[in-house]
């Protein structure tokens, strides 16, 4: 059963940082799209950032470009969202999402834009707010 669990969120100030964390179980990273969603109060899920977990190919949406960094640890199935110079339109639940068509990462690089939302599997979602 793959299960995804994600961690690291809390309540910082503008221009801090925080690192999210998602551990997958129940499958191994071969070549699938993993990648972080997010959910601000009052708006739509938004991809933030995804990574090809066989090639390593990562696109951040506009807003994050420069500040967030998605990395993996294929070793350990362990997926990482590194934010820096965080703003306090960054405040929303995170979410790491994981799909083993790893095209769904490569058309948001190809298009530069989240082409692709219904990832198959999620996590539970880690609270990351942003005071001014």
């Known amino acids: 059963e793959v299960q995804l669990q994600a961690s690291g969120g809390g309540l910082v100030q503008a221009g801090e940082s925080l690192t999210l964390s998602c551990q997958a179980s129940?499958?191994?990273?071969?070549?699938?799209?993993i990648a972080w969603f997010r959910r601000a109060p009052g708006k739509g899920r938004e991809g933030v950032s995804c990574i090809s977990s066989d090639d390593g190919t990562t696109f951040y949406t506009n807003s994050v470009k420069g500040r967030f960094t998605i990395s993996t640890d294929n070793a350990r199935n362990m997926v990482y969202l590194k934010m820096n110079n965080l703003k306090p339109e960054d405040t929303a639940v995170y979410y790491c999402a994981v799909d083993f068509d790893r095209r769904k990462c490569l058309a948001a690089y190809y298009q530069n834009r989240f082409v692709y939302n219904d990832y198959a599997y999620w996590g539970q979602g880690t609270q990351v707010t942003v005071s001014s």
């Open positions: 129940g499958f191994t990273f071969d070549d699938d799209a």
